[in-house]
């Protein structure tokens, strides 16, 4: 179980540099005044707008995304990094929690209790596949780590190798010019299994952000756990965020709200983490309607390429191994030309609620531009089918608005399932505000009392520290309020 | 890796039967107003109250913990029931954020978002050995999942289990007389290993909250991460606590500080988990004195009996082992006869900083009423003494209260490694209030921003939930200002 890493070893010198330099940083980045960790996130913002044109033409030619989302997605980056600074000088890092002594004797007699935050240190942050951008080497998790006071070892996702390397480099370019260390952004251009592994092991680094896939974030996630002294690790890991289509959702038939899905479904060849995957629609003559307009829809929708061959070779291998099971009819298969291109074609499973239900098969997510339709007799098993999914980014509910019983036991256990409940829309497209939150029970999340979008991020990244008969400067060198750095 | 458990299995029929009465509770108690729960987390603080005479009688005689004591325990167990209670009635479990739509296009336009919090679900809780009030049957664990409106299946330690019925006896009462299901408050009356396994493996159980040995919590933390599904897990497992004492505290002469630590180390026959093991002082002659004087007022110490047979066991093999590790003097050892006794002899060792440093067998808890006293040579390798302990419940400064340089890197390293820094006092006896910390990087805890004790206490049994879009009853149902229950 003693599986920490000694500071140097030959074949992953590079990722053992990279952790040094981070570490090195950690103490002055850590110490630094909220003006300082303020200045560089919007630093940073500025410098992506600076050169976006540049990045997001590297983007395309890597991704396939297109300039429209990479543009938007450049621009939320930028937004968010922003919305984190604003954050950082109102003092979100830094929230106090002050007691004040009581004479006496215990329980009632305490002494004077002060609880502040601290960062937790250098973080190993994974980028996804899926937002060159937003869930990359300046995404969300770089912005909440650095807010937090937190130093980054970034480790590009190898979908986007060359975009990852400009935007560290411009990166460190920020770094420069305010006069920050280069660790406080370090970078580890390396992509095999063994040296994620080892990167997680190592002892200098204190916490693990991670999106991607089920098998790489769980593999990571039981490496982390296997340290003589494991550490926090934020694993996004899989999702097929249902969605209820109630019989109210159809009464102005079936076409707007299929058109609305199909969209959804294939919106970036059907790579967020939030895409629809599971269409629960009641077992009558509209809910059978509404699934032969989905398909009719989704027939005609033409994705662009996936973002990796490998990402295209298992979104195949999934959608088979759903296909083959017993009890599911294939609603939109692929055609044969489809299959030989980049570009996957949409597809379309359907099964009865019991089949889903028993078979933990039919509850994985198929990665890509496919969901599963699942016909329910009544509201009680569309209640039992999102139970049996567990855990979940999103549930968005249809026709759910008025206020009755049943609606209420759907939204309870929508939200038991499910860091985020939609009353209409779709579930793509994740806002970043104060209120957000990306994250659920397994396997949404390894931690699930957490989020990855949205300002309440940083809470991943901060640990409370309860400071006793403390002297004033000690309060105020940790709490943040001193302008020095 | 698929452990989870089906509902039923004979050998454990009675953990099921448990666990299914949390289960069908969960959506009642779940559901309840604020008043309803904090009446419960009242009516419980005056049973216990109520009963005190014949409860801490029969503690005594299963812990020999004392009167004093457990008088005193059972007052901060009630006075415990009703902080949360007097939180719950404003609000604690039921913080929102919302963040109104933003009209236009992402990232600034967003659509309306609240976020709320939701119990998690039944939670596993395993009782403490060495507070048989206060982490026990009706303890913070239990008190901060009532309040966050989770059920709760008690696990009751086998060393009080006579004390453990009838408290829970108390708490089904309590229930009885409130209207509410017997199973808010269920009981596992089964001590064995593969018991315990069972239980945080049921598909069932959402989250297990741990207080207790290292070995046994790590064995169930692993136990739950092999879950198919795998849930929070909150166990306290071990702190050494260091005490630094700078030259500074010794000015006044060295018999009061060696009296106040020594009567630290021995509260309770050692058996605390924020017992100061761990003693840091300059390798000078006022240093030198000091561990005199400590040996000397520690072997006039007579603590009681350990709680049990085993615990007094593990003690002995842990001092004999620290005892046989090169470079580890015996300040103070057990005489023949306390060896015999059931309890033991309090045990003084020292040794030199780079000894520590390089061993890790001397960073481990020796449960009891025993210290390890490290030399310094100065400043920085007292850093370099804390920083190799890594995770610790407390850290305790004595003489560091000037503002200088030196003192502010200890206070940074202090809370790099722990979740609670004192400036003078003694880390034994813990207070109950909003700025507590109590946790603290591994092996303190397993959830390192979490406490185990204090209000903060309930955030580790609540999850966050976005509702996009929510009409108003859902905001409302979910955020518990519902009156109804």
């Given at each position: 179980m003693q599986t920490e890493n000694p500071v140097t070893s030959a074949p992953f010198a590079h990722i053992d540099e990279a952790v040094a330099l981070a570490h090195a940083a950690q103490a002055t980045y850590g110490a630094a005044s909220r003006a300082v960790r303020s200045a560089l996130l919007r630093g940073l913002a500025d410098a992506l707008e600076r050169d976006a044109a540049q990045l997001v033409a590297i983007a395309d030619k890597e991704t396939s995304l297109g300039d429209a989302r990479l543009n938007g997605e450049l621009a939320r980056t930028a937004f968010q990094l922003r919305g984190f600074a604003e954050r950082v000088d109102a003092g979100i890092a830094n929230l106090q929690v002050d007691d004040a002594a009581v004479p006496g004797a215990p329980p009632a007699g305490r002494p004077q209790l002060t609880r502040v935050h601290v960062p937790l240190g250098p973080v190993a942050m994974f980028s996804a596949s899926n937002f060159p951008f937003a869930f990359s080497v300046l995404g969300g998790d770089t912005a909440s780590a650095l807010a937090a006071g937190c130093t980054v070892i970034v480790k590009p996702h190898p979908?986007?190798?060359e975009?990852?390397?400009r935007v560290h480099a411009l990166a460190a370019r920020v770094l420069r010019e305010q006069g920050l260390p280069e660790g406080v952004i370090a970078f580890v251009d390396q992509a095999s299994r063994e040296a994620a592994v080892h990167l997680v092991g190592h002892a200098d680094v204190a916490a693990v952000a991670f999106t991607g896939s089920y098998q790489g974030g769980v593999a990571l996630w039981r490496a982390t756990n296997a340290r003589r002294r494991p550490i926090p690790f934020y694993g996004e890991l899989g999702s097929i965020n249902p969605l209820v289509v109630l019989p109210q959702a159809l009464t102005d038939g079936v076409e707007t709200p299929a058109a609305t899905l199909a969209a959804s479904i294939t919106m970036g060849c059907g790579q967020f983490c939030t895409s629809p995957g599971l269409i629960v629609v009641h077992d009558d003559a509209d809910g059978d309607?509404?699934?032969?307009?989905l398909a009719q829809t989704l027939s005609t929708q033409k994705p662009h390429a996936m973002l990796t061959a490998d990402m295209h070779r298992g979104f195949e291998s999934a959608t088979a191994h759903v296909a083959a099971q017993a009890g599911v009819r294939v609603r939109l298969a692929a055609s044969a030309e489809n299959d030989e291109a980049?570009?996957?074609a949409p597809r379309l499973f359907e099964t009865d609620a019991?089949?889903?239900i028993a078979n933990a098969a039919l509850h994985e997510e198929m990665f890509g531009p496919a969901a599963l339709i699942v016909k329910v007799r009544d509201e009680a098993q569309t209640l039992d089918v999102l139970s049996a999914v567990e855990g979940s980014l999103t549930v968005t509910l249809w026709g759910a608005q008025a206020d009755t019983a049943?609606?209420?036991a759907l939204a309870a256990t929508a939200q038991r399932i499910a860091g985020r409940v939609l009353f209409g829309s779709v579930p793509t497209g994740v806002a970043v505000c104060d209120a957000q939150q990306h994250g659920g029970p397994w396997p949404a999340s390894t931690q699930p009392q957490t989020t990855s979008v949205g300002y309440a991020a940083i809470e991943r990244f901060l640990r409370p520290v309860a400071l006793?008969?403390?002297p004033q400067w000690a309060i105020t060198a940790t709490s943040g309020?001193?302008?020095?750095?």
């Open positions: 979908g986007h190798p975009l990852s390397r309607r509404f699934a032969q307009a980049a570009a996957p019991q089949t889903f049943a609606n209420r006793q008969g403390a309020t001193a302008t020095a750095e």
